[in-house]
């Protein structure tokens, strides 16, 4: 593949680039395996902060190759990565064309694609000849860009996508596509990390607000500015100014400690436990079923967390009512169902609406990775999470009116 000068996005006065918050999201996929690997990294500068990122999530057994950007000098970049010590130059090696590349698990566009469709499609295409079976292609674009390159990635996002994120906070905001072009198996599940998802907004070191709160509480403060601007004289503006804390913290999104125990499942949501019982549910194939059923009210942490690490091979919504999720009839409510591939079995996470709560997010397509304890989802306001395990391969260490913590309790071991 031959390289093309970076195209300008039109509105700027120079080249899209990437900042540290988005070559953070794109390395991510490098970042989070914890096995030897090897990464490769294209269109590469000394200052690239896609470089930096990729350099810092190196682990001793893994090797990087970087291919400079077009007007980059090879020479220039090997200065550079000797600069950065021994370790580094042990595991860093900087190739003058791609052609000299071997392939990777992990390949990276170190700068976003900003020109047409056709040159889009052209350097996915040459970037996959690089790619190991189950590898990942990480290329970013422009968000608000609706045609060219931007449209293309969309396109490919929708046919090989295992993760989308978006990224607000980059000059200009990108959106960056993880990209698989052949299956990987359930087993890599247990190699990785929880991947870095850009869409918490960090408060404090241990605290993040999911963008929805975000969204939510910049609505309210919104409705705030209305108000004042149409009644100057009222009060009422102080209704949604004063909503717009609470609503936020609905979206909380702290950080978790994942046991590091490979037998654990891990509780899919905060909350209390409803109910641990054994069922059949032909929906996800023959024999009998471990049902942890967890109650989450409009006080706990809403986002959902992988009980176990495992490849989604199907998602699907199931049509019913907005019962109290407390109550038995709540079985019958809309409900989300994500079917993990593990290696122990199917395993199926349910997240249930309520009374108040009818509005779910899921963000893990089929095909992606999930490792234990990564945040896939959240139910807007509370309501229930439930945890499918293969009966005979769990046995459940939870009770009716326990608290259990998303990502952290650990409410089954794999016997």
């Given at each position: ?359 779910i997010v899921q963000r893990a397509p089929v095909g992606a990775l999930l490792a234990r304890g990564e945040r896939f989802g959240l139910i807007r306001f509370g309501s229930r999470t439930d945890v499918y395990l293969p009966a005979d ?21 794999w016997r």
């Amino acid at each position: 593949m031959t390289q093309s000068p970076a195209v300008r996005v039109p509105g700027l006065s120079g080249p899209a680039r990437l900042g540290e918050r988005a070559a953070r999201t794109l390395v991510s996929e490098l970042a989070r395996r914890n096995d030897s690997k090897a990464g490769l990294v294209v269109g590469a500068t000394p200052d690239s902060a896609v470089l930096a990122a990729a350099i810092d999530a190196l682990l001793p057994g893994d090797r990087l190759t970087v291919v400079p950007a077009e007007g980059a000098t090879p020479a220039v970049l090997r200065e550079h990565v000797t600069a950065q010590g021994r370790w580094v130059a042990d595991r860093v090696r900087v190739v003058d064309t791609i052609a000299e590349a071997d392939a990777a698990e992990v390949v990276i566009a170190a700068e976003p694609f900003t020109g047409t469709a056709d040159e889009a499609r052209g350097a996915v295409d040459g970037l996959t000849k690089y790619l190991t079976d189950g590898a990942v292609l990480s290329v970013a674009a422009p968000v608000f860009r609706t045609e060219g390159a931007a449209a293309e990635l969309d396109r490919q996002g929708v046919l090989h996508g295992v993760r989308t994120d978006l990224v607000l906070r980059n000059s200009p905001p990108v959106r960056v596509h993880h990209l698989r072009f052949t299956p990987a198996g359930a087993a890599l599940a247990a190699k990785l990390a929880p991947a870095y998802r850009p869409s918490s907004v960090p408060l404090t070191r241990s605290m993040h607000i999911d963008s929805n709160g975000v969204a939510a509480a910049g609505i309210s403060l919104g409705l705030a500015a209305l108000a004042r601007a149409a009644r100057p004289k009222s009060k009422l503006w102080l209704l949604p100014a004063l909503a717009a804390a609470p609503v936020a913290a609905f979206f909380r999104d702290p950080e978790r400690d994942v046991p590091e125990d490979p037998s654990a499942v891990v509780a899919a949501a905060d909350g209390q436990v409803l109910s641990v019982q054994r069922l059949h549910d032909e929906r996800f194939g023959d024999g009998e079923w471990l049902r942890v059923a967890v109650f989450l009210s409009v006080l706990d942490v809403h986002v959902n967390r992988s009980p176990v690490a495992g490849k989604v091979v199907d998602y699907f919504v199931a049509d019913g009512g907005f019962v109290n999720a407390m109550k038995p009839d709540a079985e019958h409510n809309v409900a989300a169902y994500t079917v993990l591939d593990t290696e122990h079995g199917t395993v199926v996470v349910a997240q249930r609406t309520g009374l108040i709560a009818r509005r779910i997010v899921q963000r893990a397509p089929v095909g992606a990775l999930l490792a234990r304890g990564e945040r896939f989802g959240l139910i807007r306001f509370g309501s229930r999470t439930d945890v499918y395990l293969p009966a005979d391969a769990a046995e459940p260490l939870v009770g009716p009116g326990d608290k259990v913590v998303g990502g952290a309790t650990v409410i089954a071991r794999w016997r």
